[in-house]
Each structure stands twice: as structure tokens, then as C-alpha cells.
């Protein structure tokens, strides 16, 4: 199994490619939670995640026969990109299987690091299972995203900066997708304070390890459906399951509505951008999806900051609804010059901001006289969400919330 000697040893190889990367206090997470809240930011790595690590250690690990031969490997996208500049860096071929589906950004950014790309499969999965067939017809290595001790040791010095930057750390929460990057931290943190605790979180619709710990045995989900692309993986790795049993203290999941929230609060209040699979830590601290205590020291890795632009306007949008500061409502008025101008009125002395009108006179569910009325809407929360639909039915108007 990993030991902490592997992570010790693969810091200098490490250290001469990656980032060691802020550990930032976050007064508004702070004062929200009861926690005192370091933000481990990752998204400022190099390639915009943690994987770069891993790819480094274990590319400069291979044989000469190995990288001859070049290398291959399948990703959603952050670990390509770490297995491209790594081999590049290195003067190694390589070959990435990234699905059909992969975030355009981060299919391009691959690209320009200097990796072959092929697209394949709607998921991890099904590139995973391309790139082993690559493997085999073109005797490359194969440089797995997660279920690798030498790939496992290169993330976990992340636990040795987490450690050195903030020693009084009471909990670390850290995001698992196939489990590499929880292997790697768990290791390092627990071997320098074992005391203390390391808290794996999955999104709802990706949670292979929270349902392998339940059953004892790995398992392997049919489908995998979150916004968080990065951690979407069917089953936890072999070996990493065995370095969660042994020394994550718990795992929990959390829904994709507060990662979007969470998405969205920390652009908002911090200033900070990053991927589905980036907020999840700090979203199962928000959501309470484990118990802390008033004042615990909790460092969260943001693991991600590769967020394709029309995800994250898709993001956005689902957060603010979640926040309360968006909603799409319908409702119905009279066909008749100045009816529109009334609607408006009300929604102006109600201090909400109009962002669209869209206007449907053909449906047969309506009466001759009358037009049906979709608006957009800005909104400044749950309680004026409530207040404006109230203040419209008051006047006669009836509401029906799309979004």
C-alpha cells in the first residue's frame, strides 16, 4: 500500500514542474459555517489542477524503454492535460482518449500542451477502455488518471503542503473521483497528524465510493450524471478503495445544487473560479453534509479550475436559482393596449429587475382574449421571491414558476 515515503520522495520530482499553491483564509466561508475555513487553491496549479502532480511523478518514473515507447492514458479532462505538459516536459509521445463529450476547453488545452487527442465513449469509462485497446496495438504505457501508487504519491503532496501551511488543520475535506487524489492526501496527512481527519466527499449522481465503503466491496455504478465532469467516475479505483477504507475517516455526497451554489458563492464572494468538481469540498462544509464543531480548522482542496464558458453560464444560472436571485416565471393578461405596462409596474415597485419578455398569443390553452407571459427575472432572494409572487396574485395574475 502507499506509504508516506512515496510522497516524501516523489516532492522533489514534483516540486520542479508544479505549483506549491496558496492556502488561503476565507473570512465569508468562515463566518458562514462556524468554521475557521483555509481554502487549499489548486485551481491555481499549473494546467488549472492538481494532476499535473501525479503525471509528473509518474512520467519521470518510467523506464527509458517506457517513454520511448511513449505513453497513453484516458481523462475527462484535468488529467490529460497534467499528462500532456508532463510529457512534453519530458520529450515523451502521448496519446489521450478524452470522451466525445469532454468540456471543448479542455479538449483544446490538451492539444496545445502538445498530446495527440482522440475522442471516444460518453465517459471516463468507455475512453478508458479505448485507450487500453491503444495500449496494446501500439505498446505504449499506460498512465492511469487515478489507480497508480506513483500517481497517488505525486497528489499527496498536497497533504505535505496542507500540513506545513497550516498545522493546526483539524479536517481535511477533498473530493473523490476515482479516489488518487484522497489516496495521496490521506497518506500524507495522517502520517504527519493522525489525529487528523479526512473527510471525502462525491457528488450524489457519482458516488461509487460512498456506495463501495456501505457495501464493503467496490462497485461499479451503470451511469454516472453531475455537473462535476472531473469526479464523474463509475467505480473507484483497486487500490485507492483500499487506502480509503484503511485512512478516510468518512466519505459523504453531496447534490449538484450546492455544488452550483457553492460554484457561484465562491466567484461572487471569493473571487475565485473553479470547476464542479473544485467546489464540491468546500459544498459539503456549506450543505452540513458532515458534522464539524464551532471554531474546527477545516482546509477544503479546490481541486479544479478548468470550468468550460458555457458550463459555467449554465452553472451560474442554476446557482442563482438555487440562491434565489434568478427566476423564470409565466403567467396570463388581458389582450389589450396597456395590460403589459401594468404587469410591469408591479414588478418594478416590487424591486425586481426584468431580464426578458416573451409574449405567446397561439396557445390553444388560452382564452381568445387573453396572452400568455414568460419573464426572466433578477431577484435578491428566497424571501423576495416570495413577496413578488405573492404581490402578483394579489393583483390577479396566476403564477407558475418554470425555473
Do not use: W
Request: hydrophobic share 40%; aromatic share 4%; proline share 3%.
Amino acid at each position: 500500500m502507499l506509504d508516506v515515503a512515496d510522497v516524501l520522495e516523489a516532492r522533489q520530482r514534483v516540486s520542479e514542474v508544479a505549483r506549491h499553491t496558496p492556502l488561503d483564509y476565507s473570512h465569508t466561508f468562515s463566518n458562514r459555517s462556524g468554521a475557521e475555513i483555509y481554502l487549499k487553491l489548486e485551481n491555481f496549479q499549473r494546467t488549472g489542477s492538481f494532476k499535473i502532480r501525479g503525471a509528473t511523478n509518474k512520467l519521470a518514473k518510467l523506464s527509458p524503454e517506457e517513454c520511448a515507447a511513449g505513453v497513453v492514458t484516458a481523462s475527462a479532462g484535468n488529467h490529460a492535460q497534467g499528462v500532456a505538459l508532463a510529457a512534453t516536459r519530458a520529450g515523451i509521445d502521448a496519446k489521450i482518449v478524452m470522451p466525445e463529450y469532454a468540456p471543448v476547453s479542455k479538449v483544446e488545452a490538451t492539444k496545445a500542451y502538445g498530446a495527440e487527442v482522440v475522442l471516444h465513449g460518453v465517459d471516463y469509462d468507455e475512453a478508458q477502455a479505448k485507450a487500453h485497446e491503444l495500449e496494446a496495438e501500439e505498446g505504449r504505457t499506460y498512465v492511469h488518471a487515478f489507480d497508480d501508487p506513483d500517481v497517488m504519491a505525486g497528489q499527496g503532496t498536497i497533504g505535505l503542503e496542507i500540513v506545513e501551511d497550516c498545522p493546526d488543520v483539524d479536517t481535511v475535506v477533498v473530493p473523490i473521483g476515482g479516489g488518487g487524489l484522497i489516496s495521496g492526501i490521506a497518506t500524507a496527512v495522517k502520517a504527519q497528524k493522525p489525529d487528523t481527519r479526512i473527510v471525502g466527499v462525491q457528488a450524489e449522481g457519482a458516488s461509487s465510493a460512498a456506495q463501495s465503503l456501505q457495501k464493503g466491496s467496490r462497485v461499479a455504478l451503470d451511469q454516472v450524471d453531475t455537473i462535476a465532469d472531473g469526479i464523474a467516475v463509475r467505480q473507484v479505483g483497486e487500490q485507492t478503495f483500499e487506502v480509503i477504507r484503511e485512512r478516510v475517516d468518512e466519505v459523504v455526497t453531496v447534490p449538484d445544487s450546492a455544488i452550483a451554489t457553492t460554484l457561484v458563492d465562491l466567484l461572487d464572494r471569493s473571487k475565485t473560479l473553479v470547476e464542479g468538481a473544485g467546489a464540491i469540498a468546500l459544498a459539503a462544509v456549506l450543505d452540513d453534509a458532515f458534522e464539524y464543531e464551532p471554531g474546527e480548522v477545516i482546509v477544503p482542496a479546490l481541486c479544479g479550475g478548468n470550468i468550460d464558458l458555457n458550463v459555467l453560464r449554465t452553472v451560474i444560472t442554476r446557482g442563482l436559482v438555487e440562491d434565489g436571485r434568478y427566476l423564470k416565471i409565466k403567467t396570463v393578461l388581458k389582450d389589450r393596449p396597456g395590460a403589459l405596462e401594468q404587469l410591469i409596474e408591479i414588478i418594478a415597485d416590487a424591486r425586481a429587475n426584468i431580464y426578458r419578455i416573451q409574449h405567446e398569443r397561439t396557445s390553444l390553452e388560452m382564452r381568445i382574449d387573453q396572452t400568455e407571459v414568460e419573464l426572466d427575472l433578477e431577484t435578491r432572494g428566497h424571501d423576495h421571491v416570495a413577496e413578488l409572487i405573492a404581490e402578483l396574485e394579489a393583483h390577479g395574475y396566476p403564477v407558475e414558476v418554470l425555473v
